[in-house]
């Protein structure tokens, strides 16, 4: 059980174009989910936390207006990179949480912008 | 704020010998200890983890950790590795009920 899936797990796409990321629940109803970055051999980086129905809280430094979070039930949160750059290129991993502090995480999703 | 810090970005051990990766933390008051591995190619995935009661705990794969409250430690250790054990090795604090910080990671390469 508690199982995260994630789609796209590769996205290849030009700078200036928009990508959206899925992160679902598979088994179980999430009523918060997690976005993290994952930067080549660092740990990974809490970007935002978002509540089914309301709002994400972005972290300190994390532009909300370029990763757009939505978590529109209980079981499915997409996160959009707008306007790609290079930099943006990264992993994003999602993880889901029931209730209590345990979180479950996604596989990740590689983004290289070019 | 707090920080979490894993004290070897790279381990290599043979096969049977022990395992003991460090973790230390920064944060005084009550918080929930974890250790995530990552397999290549795969995705992140309970260890084990502490939130009250004994501080020496047992996880999957014969992993334990032990939480020591006077030195903010919670190292992870293993009697005797095995190839399999290959992996990244994450080290995260929960201090507020919500977020996790996780330490920078250590990659364990045990040789056949």
């Known amino acids: 059980g508690a199982v995260v899936s994630q789609h796209p797990s590769w996205v290849i796409c030009k700078s200036g174009t928009s990508v959206k990321i899925e992160c679902r629940s598979l088994d179980f109803q999430a009523t918060t989910m997690f976005w993290y970055r994952q930067f080549p051999k660092q740990s990974l980086m809490l970007m935002a936390t978002s509540n089914e129905g309301s709002k994400a809280t972005y972290e300190q430094g994390v532009e909300k207006d370029k990763f757009l979070i939505n978590h529109a039930s209980l079981t499915l949160s997409t996160l959009t990179v707008t306007s790609a750059h290079p930099e943006d290129s990264s992993f994003y991993i999602c993880?889901?949480?029931?209730?209590?502090?345990?979180?479950?995480f996604g596989p990740g999703t590689r983004l290289t912008v070019t | 704020a707090q920080s979490v810090s894993q004290h070897n970005h790279h381990v290599i051990l043979s096969e049977a010998a022990s395992l003991e990766l460090g973790c230390n933390y920064s944060?005084?008051?009550?918080?929930?200890l974890f250790w995530y591995v990552q397999y290549p190619g795969q995705h992140l995935q309970l260890l084990l983890k502490?939130?009250?009661?004994?501080?020496l705990v047992k996880g999957i794969k014969g992993f334990e950790a032990e939480f020591i409250k006077s030195k903010f430690s919670f190292n992870l250790r293993k009697p005797s590795v095995q190839w399999s054990d290959t992996a990244e090795y994450f080290c995260?604090?929960?201090?507020?009920?919500?977020?996790?910080?996780f330490g920078a990671g250590t990659i364990l390469r045990v040789k056949s």
């Open positions: 995260a604090v929960n201090a507020d009920g919500n977020k996790l910080v």
């Open positions: 944060y005084g008051g009550t918080v929930n």
């Open positions: 502490y939130f009250s009661g004994d501080p």
């Open positions: 993880s889901a949480r029931v209730a209590g502090v345990e979180q479950y």
